[in-house]
């Protein structure tokens, strides 16, 4: 899955509101996941992460969901704050060590 | 740990010059990535290292680009002849070597290439 990335998908949301971003991966064999955020101008930082042996994991304030049927992930942000504005990426791996990125998502919190 | 370390972090040249940037990895990692970031096509993996020595190139645009690691702490990523479409932020990431932790990659806070 290569990824384009000319208009990146915006979601806006309210302080304190649950934001959930969305990600199609492409590749059926990829058994990792993982969820990078991306501040301007610096670069991807690892937020969460899961492997294809499960469907659901939690951090702090986010939650990782993993449908292997449909090969969707989901990013969901609880109680967002305006320091959760940024570009979230999805990516996928095969094994090894070569990572895949998605296009992107831009957050937007409305304070 | 000071994180991936990259220079310069701005650059601006003019088209046919040579490009040549630097990273520095996180010590102790074994993996080294460089990708690059546009508008146009996001984030792409040109190549990567593992030990130093490159695994996989398949990502490297064209013969103009090139990229060393001379030793674990230190890679270059060289464009020769730079063109304006290779304007673009240059990251380094490093992962380490244990799989049990997972693939994570950590990012540099990438070069910002201009050709102008």
């Known amino acids: 899955g290569e990824s384009v990335g000319l208009h990146l998908p915006t979601l806006s949301v309210q302080e304190g509101d649950n934001s959930i971003i969305n990600c199609a991966y492409s590749?059926?064999?990829?058994?990792?996941f993982i969820w990078y955020k991306q501040e301007s101008g610096k670069g991807p930082q690892f937020i969460i992460d899961i492997r294809s042996n499960m469907d659901k994991r939690q951090g702090q304030r986010v939650t990782v969901l993993l449908n292997k049927t449909v090969k969707h992930l989901s990013l969901q942000i609880a109680a967002t704050q305006p320091g959760d504005s940024a570009v979230y990426f999805c990516?996928?791996?095969?094994?090894?060590?070569?990572?895949?990125f998605g296009a992107g998502t831009r957050l937007f919190v409305k304070a | 740990d000071a994180g991936v370390i990259q220079s310069p972090r701005h650059e601006v040249t003019e088209m046919g010059q040579e490009v040549t940037l630097r990273c520095k990895p996180i010590s102790g990692h074994d993996y080294l990535f460089w990708y690059r970031q546009t508008m146009m096509r996001g984030l792409e993996l040109l190549i990567y290292f593992n030990n130093n020595v490159p695994i996989d190139d398949s990502g490297m645009p064209e013969d103009r680009f090139s990229a060393k690691m001379p030793n674990a702490s230190f890679s270059t990523l060289k464009i020769q002849p730079s063109e304006p479409r290779d304007s673009a932020v240059y990251f380094c990431?490093?992962?380490?070597?244990?799989?049990?932790?997972?693939?994570?990659?950590?990012f540099g806070e990438g070069s910002w290439l201009t050709v102008v």
């Open positions: 990431a490093s992962s380490p070597k244990h799989r049990a932790s997972g693939n994570t990659i950590y």
């Open positions: 990516a996928e791996n095969t094994g090894g060590f070569k990572t895949i």
């Open positions: 590749n059926s064999a990829s058994d990792y």
